[in-house]
C-alpha cells in the first residue's frame, strides 16, 4: 500500500497549491496522511482528489480544521499501529512530545510535523517519522514529504526536492 505523508503545508501563505512533484506521487497513492498545519481546508480539498486522507490538526488551524480533525490520530494499517499527532506544545522536543502522545498506545509507528525538519529514527523500537514539509523548507536546504509502504513491514522513503 502506497501512503503519502505530508506536515506543514502552510497553504495559502506557503503557497497557493501543492507543488508538482509532490502531486506527481499523489496520482499512485492509496492513502495520503497529513500531519497538521494544513492552514486551510483547501489543501484538504485537494489531497482527497487524490485518495483518502486522514490527519491532524497543528498549532496554526482555523475553526473549520479544528472541527474536522482531532489532535491525535491512531491508524491500523496491514496490522501495524501508526500513531499521528502534530507534535507542538510546551517543553521537550517536538520529537519527544510526539512519542510521548502514544505511550499509552502500543504503536509500530508515529508520524508527527511541527519542526519541518525531516526525521526517520527508531526510538524504543517506535518508527519515528517526520517527513518535513513540501511547501515550507524553513532552515531545511530542501522541501520534502515521504512515500511510506506497509505489507509484510514498514518502508519509508524521502523525496528532497
Do not use: C
Not at 5 to 13: E, G, M
Not at 55 to 60: E, L
Not at 69 to 87: A, D, Q, T, Y
Not at 101 to 130: E, M, Q, T
Amino acid at each position: 500500500m502506497k501512503i503519502i505523508v505530508i506536515s506543514d503545508t502552510h497553504i495559502p501563505k506557503k503557497g497557493p497549491k501543492l507543488p508538482s512533484r509532490l502531486m506527481k506521487e499523489l496520482e499512485a497513492a492509496k492513502l495520503i496522511i497529513h500531519a497538521g498545519d494544513w492552514s486551510s481546508m483547501e489543501v484538504y480539498d485537494m489531497l482527497q482528489q487524490y485518495a483518502p486522507v486522514k490527519g491532524v490538526y497543528g498549532n496554526i488551524e482555523n475553526e473549520e480544521i479544528l472541527d474536522k480533525f482531532s489532535s491525535k490520530e491512531l491508524l491500523i494499517i496491514n496490522g501495524f499501529r501508526i500513531g499521528i499527532v502534530h507534535g507542538h506544545g510546551e517543553k521537550k522536543t517536538t520529537e519527544r512530545r510526539a512519542f510521548d502522545a502514544f505511550l499509552d498506545d502500543d504503536v509500530d509507528a508515529i508520524i508527527f510535523g511541527h519542526s519541518h525538519i525531516p526525521l526517520l529514527r527508531y526510538f524504543k523500537k517506535v518508527l519515528l517519522l517526520n517527513p518535513g514539509s513540501p511547501t515550507d523548507k524553513r532552515t531545511q536546504p530542501y522541501y520534502s514529504f515521504v512515500t511510506l509502504r506497509i505489507d509484510d513491514e514498514i518502508n519509508a522513503e524521502f523525496t528532497f526536492f
